[in-house]
T-cell receptor
Framework: GQQLNQSPQSMFIQEGEDVSMNCTSS?????WLWYKQDPGEGPVLLIALYKAGELTSNGRLTAQFGITRKDSFLNISASIPSDVGIYFC?????????????FGRGTQLTVWP | GAGVSQSPSNKVTEKGKDVELRCDPISGHTALYWYRQSLGQGLEFLIY????????KSGLPSDRFSAERTGGSVSTLTIQRTQQEDSAVYLCASSFDSLTAERYGYTFGSGTRLTVV
């Protein structure tokens, strides 16, 4: 199956700091999605990206669809304690089963007050 | 329903016993997905339903795992003769259809935490 390499695996930061995480793939992706999972809950969609080079913001979150279509990054500015959770990248790649998304291993974010 | 509902939320079972996990997708969603999340691991795809059929079940780890969906709605994931390595959170997700899934992703349930002792 498709491999999504997500990094870093974990981050420990102080409240107010900016955060950056990224995802790379060996295949071209048609869609990149970023999810956040709170403890004890399922992942929730944060941002969706559809075109190479696209830059999209959602409040303090900004994500970009890489020009090569094989990578994406997510930035969180001015982190706050409620940003704690696991962030997953996901995407759909040409040739995969219609509707099937591939997920990265996640970035565990801890924010210290 | 308003969201994806999974039951039970927690299940502790003895090694060797069978378990059934239930998923009730959002009303009207034709696509349904099962994923497994082990401690410290990402989301491992298990199976995908479109309606009642499963065009992709390539992620089922062994023949002890099976899933069905009836009436285009509720799905059941069955694990026979459970092993300790089956311990994980089993997540169900749904989307209006497969095209919607590719554009807007899935809506996940809160998962069933399975512990095999």
């Amino acid at each position: 199956g498709q491999q999504l390499n997500q990094s870093p695996q974990s981050m420990f930061i102080q409240e107010g700091e900016d955060v950056s995480m990224n995802c790379t793939s060996s295949s071209i992706f048609n869609t990149w999605l970023w999810y956040k999972q709170d403890p004890g809950e399922g992942p929730v969609l944060l941002i969706a990206l559809y075109k190479a080079g696209e830059l999209t913001s959602n409040g303090r979150l900004t994500a970009q669809f890489g020009i090569t279509r094989k990578d994406s990054f997510l930035n969180i500015s001015a982190s706050i304690p409620s940003d704690v959770g696991i962030y997953f990248c996901a995407g759909q790649t040409r040739g995969s089963t219609l509707g099937r998304l591939y997920f990265g291993r996640g970035t565990q974010l801890t924010v210290w007050p | 329903g308003a969201g994806v509902s999974q039951s039970p939320s927690n299940k502790v079972t003895e090694k060797g016993k069978d378990v059934e996990l239930r998923c009730d997708p959002i009303s009207g969603h034709t696509a349904l997905y099962w994923y497994r999340q082990s401690l410290g691991q990402g989301l491992e795809f298990l199976i995908y339903f479109q309606g009642n059929s499963a065009p992709d079940k390539s992620g089922l780890p062994s023949d002890r795992f099976s899933a069905e969906r009836t009436g285009g709605s509720v799905s059941t994931l069955t694990i026979q003769r459970t092993q300790q390595e089956d311990s994980a959170v089993y997540l169900c997700a749904s989307s209006f259809d497969s095209l919607t899934a590719e554009r807007y992703g899935y809506t996940f349930g809160s998962g069933t935490r399975l512990t095999v002792v």
